[in-house]
């Protein structure tokens, strides 16, 4: 069963998928999706790391999901 997690203010969201990985353990797909006046920006990747529980799968993807988009946000990254 893929565990999954949402969280979301205003003009952005972050959504986080889990699924077991290969060799044991599980790993997050997270989406990120923030809305400005220049455009809407939607990215998608896979988490650089494997978890022992989906819990912690899910709450590390936040994690790393809200991190790109106070990135994005701040204009340190632009895609």
């Known amino acids: ?3 999954s ?8 969201s ?6 077991p990985a ?3 353990g599980y790993q997050s797909t997270i989406h990120v999706r923030h809305s400005s006046p220049e455009g809407d920006f939607e990215h998608t990747f ?5 978890f022992n529980t989906e819990r ?8 790393e999901g809200t991190t790109w ?3 994005k946000m701040a204009r340190t990254i632009k895609m």
């Open 56 to 63: 912690d799968a899910v709450l590390d993807g936040l994690r």
């Open 46 to 50: 896979r988490h650089g790391r494997k």
């Open 69 to 71: 988009i106070g990135l």
């Open 5 to 12: 997690g949402n969280v979301q203010d205003g003009a952005w």
């Open 22 to 24: 290969e060799m044991g």
């Open 1 to 3: 069963m893929a565990m």
């Open 14 to 19: 972050v959504n986080v998928q889990t699924e």
